[in-house]
């Protein structure tokens, strides 16, 4: 018995670690987004934060990405998180034709 409960109390310290591990990454993520970003993109970015966290997500890695490569100068303006998301939900558009005999 005392086995299992040693065994159950490190794998809660685990889980515990993990989730410390994850919510200090995204802590310096929103921080390093908040101080390149302008105040309204940043507003919308907490907006689909809010509304798809994994849209969010891959938004944030692909803004990191570009900001690492340096392909932006200065912040990052809301028309440019616009123009980010417009590339990401990207659909091609099907069309239906309707042949009369």
């Not at 993990?18 to 200090?24: A, L, N, P």
């Not at 929103?30 to 689909?48: D, G, H, Q, S």
């Not at 994994?54 to 944030?60: C, I, S, T």
């Amino acid at each position: 018995m005392e086995e299992d409960e040693q065994q159950y109390q490190k794998r809660l310290q685990k889980r515990i670690a993990d989730v410390m591990k994850r919510t200090q990454l995204e802590e310096r993520k929103k921080a390093v987004i908040k101080r390149l970003t302008e105040p309204a993109a940043y507003e919308r970015l907490m907006n689909i934060k809010a509304s798809n966290p994994e849209l969010y997500g891959q938004l944030v890695d692909m803004m990191i990405s570009i900001i690492q490569s340096n392909r932006v100068a200065g912040k990052i303006t809301e028309q440019q998180l616009v123009s980010l998301l417009e590339r990401m939900t990207a659909r091609n558009e099907t069309t239906i034709e309707f042949r009369h005999k």
